[in-house]
């Protein structure tokens, strides 16, 4: 007679085999998932640097938590085209100069880089100016944390071989953690702040041009011409292929999820401390994190200059170092961190101009760093719109992406995004010659 409870030898074997299979298919996909993190991850959250933090920090302290709502359909344009550079990554084995020198000749690819340099310079030297900002607000001079910062980083990335500085950049990337909790300590409006999330503003907003202005700078900081460069490169250079690549898509939208996360804390910090307190301009990021200290309290403000430190240091580490990528593929010239300063001269060399060219710019007494940020991002939406049309006619070649090309359906998308973005482009450019 069986024994209460009795289950048969057989049932339970097949219950342990199909809950250790299933196991099994979860560790593969989560060791699969972990083994190609790095470059959609580190590309979307390397867009929150110092100019970015600026941007939504400015945004908060003006208009309050009426700009949130741009966060979703921010989020979900980045995860679009972030995923077609992962796609043509994967499938082509070439970065994205590469491919565009190659389809569209030399010519148009010197064009485009000569932009594309301009504009990243611009960027690095606002990255040095917020390392400037975010030390002095610890009484850091910059004549020392500019030129130490700047020697740190291209000791890193000269001596390093890729696998140890993609973990550097990984781990940089975690610290971005610091504007969540400053986010929580300043005490928002939580239940005001989720509404204007997911409510679209009314129609009255649009009237009011400073409003429209900063909308779209929201959108401009966060989809960057230099992204769609570097995060090809990367994942070219990480060796990742096609059977590879839904988990290199995942690290694509949870980079893009993350890094978009941190924004809308950071438009919450400010709105919460600067808007509530009639606080509405500020001029650079490191205003916004010393406005923050009596308001939010000292770990707060601690928090929020940290952040800011921790995010010019990690862009003033790849925007340098995406332009050396893009302008060695696009000319034909070895490049890649796992190459040695014999096997690619050019490649290390320019970083090292663009690197120290950026940090002695910053040390310039009386340097217009403002004006000369902010005529970057104008460069950056002259430049983004003719990225996105170049990268759309590339991923739909069937000859070179195979059954790997967009959907219709993708397609719509895309190219919705790209409409979108040179409308709003020609407007901030607009604005930019006429404020």
Known sequence: MRPSGYIPR?????????????????RTSILLFLA????????????????GILTYSQ???????????????????????????????????????????????LRMTFFMMILLVVV???????????????????????FVSVPVCAFLVWILVVKGDYKS?????????????????????????????????????????????????????????????????YLQSS?????????????????VIVGSFFTDLVAWFIVVACAATLYTHGIRSIADPADAAGAMKPLAGQYAFILFAAGLFNASLFAASILPLSTAYTVCEGLGLESGLDKSFREARFFYWFYTLLLAGGAAIVLIPNFPLVRFSILSQVLNGVLLPIVLIFMLRLINKHELM???????????????????????????VWNGLHP
């Not at 074997?13 to 809950?19: A, L």
């Not at 979307?44 to 100019?51: E, H, I, K, Y």
């Not at 208009?63 to 082509?92: D, F, K, N, S």
């Not at 702040?193 to 400073?210: H, M, S």
Request: positive net charge; glycine residues 10%; charged residues 15%.
């Open 59 to 105: 945004a908060g302290a003006q208009y309050g938590y009426t700009l949130l709502w741009t966060m979703i359909p921010i989020t979900l344009a980045l995860i679009v085209v972030q995923e077609m550079c992962a796609r043509m990554g994967v499938v082509t084995g070439k970065g994205l100069s590469d491919l565009i020198r190659e389809e569209f000749g």
């Open 120 to 142: 990243n310079f611009g960027n690095v030297v606002a990255e040095f100016s917020g390392i400037a900002g975010s030390m002095q607000l610890f009484h850091i001079s910059k």
């Open 36 to 51: 190609v993190l790095g470059p959609g991850f580190i590309t979307a959250n390397v867009d929150n640097d110092a100019g």
């Open 165 to 229: 500085v993609e973990k550097v950049f990984l781990i940089a990337s975690v610290f971005y953690i610091a504007y969540i909790a400053a986010g929580v300590l300043s005490g928002p409006d939580w239940h005001l702040a989720l509404v204007e999330t997911v409510k679209l503003p009314d129609r009255g907003v649009w009237r009011d041009k400073l409003y429209v202005y900063m909308t779209i700078g929201i959108i401009g900081t966060t989809i960057s011409p230099w992204m769609q460069f």
């Open 235 to 251: 994942i070219v250079e990480k060796g990742i292929t096609v059977r590879q690549y839904k988990a290199s898509r995942l690290d």
């Open 402 to 428: 195979g059954k790997h090309t967009n959907s219709r359906l993708f397609n719509a998308v895309a190219w919705l995004t790209t409409v979108i973005v040179v409308a709003l482009s020609a407007v901030m």
């Open 10 to 26: 057989q049932l339970t074997d097949k219950g342990q085999g199909t809950g250790m299979a299933s196991w099994r298919r979860w």
